[in-house]
């Protein structure tokens, strides 16, 4: 039976793509090894151009982050200072007065307490006292600038990063961060500042004559800022869900809140012995006992446990929320 022409064309141009191996184009290609295809995916990628920054109002923003801590600093400042005076001197045993003029004026319960003259109550009396009636004095004293300078650097430092991370990462003026690197820095503020501030009142209300301090009293004092700044920043939202609070107080006060007001009260009782043994250290350095110094401790531990609690209320509580809401407006009024 004879092919047509159309089938014969068909057949030439078929041999004409077969290969060596006698396979057409179409065949090969089927039986060639595969390899898997790399895939890209490009979806939801864009084309980023350069990095935007929030820089408007920039210099009035810094301005804002140090007036809204000064505002805190000063505001919880002066209860701070009547305080840690007496935690400081309540656990000495006595001095011969060598501080300035200023001081001495309106520190002399101080002075009394020291050499137990005068309990807890009467010497922070004198004390504000001193500061309703000769403010000027109080108010440029080396005790009071000094807890301003803890406090407001504190404040300070948080402010800076929230604009420095508002600023970087284009965000609103009234951003606040959170996470490990505003732990570390405000942690990092405090500490230094709180261990400068404690030798200098460890030298002023001290029992024996301004000396350098110790390396193992600036190491307690250490190990005790450090169990408050973990009692302030990390303790709460471990403790919040655990707290037993009926569903009718909750109404008025929430968990978180209640953490962050009592966690760092509490660890006040862990952490005050670090405090009373470190200024020991300091002012009986000679021939005294171990046994003799935590018996001193133990003495002082309670009064001063519950002063340390007076002081942390403040300064984490009311502090913080002084400083936060200060900034928060004034940022809000620049972004108008």
Known sequence: MGVAP?????????????????LSTKEAIAQLPMKPAKV???????EQGPKTWNTANL?????????????????????????????????????????????????RAIIENASGKRPMLPSLQASFSALLFQPHRFLTSKPF?????????????ANSLDTFKSTTQNKPATHITSGPAKFVATSAANLSLCLYKDSQFTKIFGAVSPRPIPPV?????????CLTIFASFNLPPMIAPSLPLSAE????????????????????????????LGLDMYNRNGNTTMKE???KVKVDWLTSSFARMCRIVPAFGVGGVVNKNCREKMMGKLEA
Do not use: W
């Open 6 to 22: 159309a089938e014969q064309l068909a057949i030439v141009a078929e041999d004409k793509q077969r290969g060596a191996n006698g």
């Open 40 to 46: 890209v995916e490009n979806i939801g990628l864009k």
């Open 59 to 107: 210099g009035r923003r810094l301005g804002v982050d140090a007036m809204s801590a000064g505002i805190a600093g000063g505001l919880v400042a002066p209860i701070i200072c009547a305080i840690d005076k007496y935690v400081s001197a309540s656990h000495h045993m006595g001095k011969d007065s060598h501080d300035d003029d200023n001081t001495n004026h309106y520190n």
């Open 145 to 157: 600038a000094l807890i301003f300078a803890l406090y407001t650097g504190t404040y300070l430092t």
């Open 217 to 225: 009293t600036y190491a307690l004092f250490a190990a005790r800022d």
């Open 249 to 276: 107080m909750e109404r008025y006060v929430s968990r978180a809140s209640t953490a962050q007001f009592l966690a760092p009260a509490a660890i006040q009782l862990i952490s005050t012995p670090f405090h009373l």
């Open 293 to 295: 110094r935590f018996a």
